[in-house]
């Protein structure tokens, strides 16, 4: 059974970085896909970004674009999330899964099967 585990989560000031790191538990990045989403209270999970190297796809929400940015280290079979310019916004819980398939379509939550206990990520001042 596929594995990830998150961590990197924290306090941070509004402006500040995070970089969060995804680790495959029981299979190597190669031929695979791994998605990072989030979850704010009350509200739905929602695609942060994703990557398969499968086929090489990368996404990142448009949104995010120019703060936020994902990234793999097959050598320590992890994935990660740099979170730059960080805003109270995008405090939430941050979750990483994967799939089986390898592949992703819209890096949407239903796409992906096994997940993390998430991190929390908290901006305030």
């Known amino acids: 059974q596929l594995q990830v585990a998150e961590s990197g989560g924290g306090v941070v000031q509004p402006g500040g970085s995070l970089r969060l790191s995804c680790v495959a538990v029981?299979?190597?990045?190669?031929?695979?896909?791994i998605g990072w989403f989030r979850q704010a209270p009350g509200k739905e999970r929602e695609g942060v970004a994703c990557?398969?190297?499968?086929?090489?796809?990368?996404y990142v929400r448009e949104s995010l674009k120019g703060r936020f940015s994902i990234s793999r280290d097959n050598i320590r079979n992890t994935v990660y999330l740099q979170m730059n310019n960080l805003k109270p916004e995008d405090t939430g819980t941050y979750y990483c899964?994967?799939?089986?398939?390898?592949?992703?379509?819209?890096?949407?939550?239903?796409?992906?099967?096994?997940w993390g206990q998430g991190t929390q990520v908290t901006v305030s001042s």
């Open positions: 899964a994967t799939d089986s398939w390898g592949y992703f379509s819209d890096c949407a939550p239903h796409e992906f099967e096994s």
């Open positions: 029981g299979f190597t990045l190669d031929y695979s896909v």
């Open positions: 990557i398969s190297s499968s086929d090489g796809n990368e």
